[in-house]
Protein backbone atom coordinates (compact mmCIF):
# COMPACT_ATOMS: atom_id res chain seq x y z
CA UNK A 1 0.00 0.00 0.00
CA UNK A 2 1.69 3.57 -1.18
CA UNK A 3 1.59 6.41 1.70
CA UNK A 4 -0.38 9.22 1.32
CA UNK A 5 2.83 11.06 0.83
CA UNK A 6 2.71 11.19 -3.09
CA UNK A 7 -0.50 12.39 -3.55
CA UNK A 8 0.08 15.90 -1.46
CA UNK A 9 3.04 15.82 -4.23
CA UNK A 10 0.89 16.00 -7.17
CA UNK A 11 1.73 12.62 -7.24
CA UNK A 12 -0.55 10.35 -9.42
CA UNK A 13 -0.83 6.52 -8.64
CA UNK A 14 -0.16 4.43 -11.53
CA UNK A 15 -3.10 2.12 -12.86
CA UNK A 16 -0.64 -0.34 -14.28
CA UNK A 17 1.65 -0.62 -10.70
CA UNK A 18 0.48 -2.43 -8.34
CA UNK A 19 2.49 -3.64 -5.17
CA UNK A 20 1.60 -7.33 -4.24
CA UNK A 21 1.60 -7.63 -0.56
CA UNK A 22 4.19 -10.51 0.49
CA UNK A 23 3.29 -13.72 1.72
CA UNK A 24 5.35 -14.06 4.57
CA UNK A 25 5.06 -16.78 7.33
CA UNK A 26 7.23 -17.37 10.63
CA UNK A 27 8.18 -20.19 11.76
CA UNK A 28 5.57 -20.62 14.10
CA UNK A 29 2.77 -19.40 12.40
CA UNK A 30 3.58 -22.42 9.67
CA UNK A 31 3.86 -24.89 12.57
CA UNK A 32 0.68 -23.86 14.34
CA UNK A 33 -0.71 -24.49 10.42
CA UNK A 34 1.09 -27.38 9.93
CA UNK A 35 -0.34 -29.05 13.58
CA UNK A 36 -3.82 -27.82 12.81
CA UNK A 37 -3.71 -29.24 9.09
CA UNK A 38 -2.78 -32.77 10.63
CA UNK A 39 -5.50 -32.18 14.07
CA UNK A 40 -8.01 -31.73 10.85
CA UNK A 41 -6.73 -35.05 9.11
CA UNK A 42 -6.72 -36.81 12.39
CA UNK A 43 -10.34 -36.22 12.63
CA UNK A 44 -11.27 -36.53 9.11
CA UNK A 45 -9.72 -40.00 9.21
CA UNK A 46 -11.79 -40.46 12.61
CA UNK A 47 -14.70 -39.71 11.73
CA UNK A 48 -14.33 -41.82 8.17
CA UNK A 49 -13.39 -44.78 10.54
CA UNK A 50 -16.27 -44.51 12.88
CA UNK A 51 -18.88 -44.18 10.59
CA UNK A 52 -17.63 -46.94 8.41
CA UNK A 53 -17.77 -49.08 10.79
CA UNK A 54 -21.44 -48.10 12.15
CA UNK A 55 -22.49 -48.40 8.58
CA UNK A 56 -20.51 -52.38 8.44
CA UNK A 57 -22.41 -53.09 12.00
CA UNK A 58 -25.36 -51.87 10.50
CA UNK A 59 -25.18 -53.95 7.59
CA UNK A 60 -23.75 -57.22 8.84
CA UNK A 61 -26.05 -57.27 12.07
CA UNK A 62 -28.54 -60.50 11.81
CA UNK A 63 -30.77 -61.83 14.91
CA UNK A 64 -32.82 -64.34 13.36
CA UNK A 65 -35.42 -64.82 9.95
CA UNK A 66 -38.33 -64.11 12.66
CA UNK A 67 -37.19 -60.65 14.32
CA UNK A 68 -37.64 -57.30 12.18
CA UNK A 69 -34.51 -56.07 10.27
CA UNK A 70 -32.93 -52.69 10.45
CA UNK A 71 -34.18 -51.76 7.02
CA UNK A 72 -37.59 -52.67 7.65
CA UNK A 73 -37.77 -49.20 9.75
CA UNK A 74 -37.21 -45.94 8.27
CA UNK A 75 -35.47 -44.50 11.61
CA UNK A 76 -32.90 -46.78 10.81
CA UNK A 77 -32.60 -46.29 7.17
CA UNK A 78 -32.34 -42.58 7.98
CA UNK A 79 -29.07 -43.65 10.40
CA UNK A 80 -27.45 -45.91 7.75
CA UNK A 81 -27.65 -43.34 4.49
CA UNK A 82 -26.76 -40.73 7.19
CA UNK A 83 -23.35 -42.69 8.19
CA UNK A 84 -22.79 -43.62 4.82
CA UNK A 85 -23.00 -40.12 3.60
CA UNK A 86 -20.74 -39.06 6.41
CA UNK A 87 -17.96 -41.73 5.48
CA UNK A 88 -17.75 -40.52 2.07
CA UNK A 89 -17.65 -36.74 2.85
CA UNK A 90 -14.75 -37.56 5.33
CA UNK A 91 -13.32 -39.82 2.69
CA UNK A 92 -13.08 -37.28 0.27
Known amino acids: ?4 Q ?6 TPSPHHRNPAPH ?3 TVTLRK ?3 FNSLILVFRVTAFTFSLASS ?3 VTNSRGSDSPHWFDFDA ?12 LYSLF
Open 1 to 4: MRSP
Open 76 to 87: FRFVFAANAIVA
Open 6 to 11: GFRNGD
Open 33 to 35: LRR
Open 56 to 58: VFM
Open 24 to 26: FHN
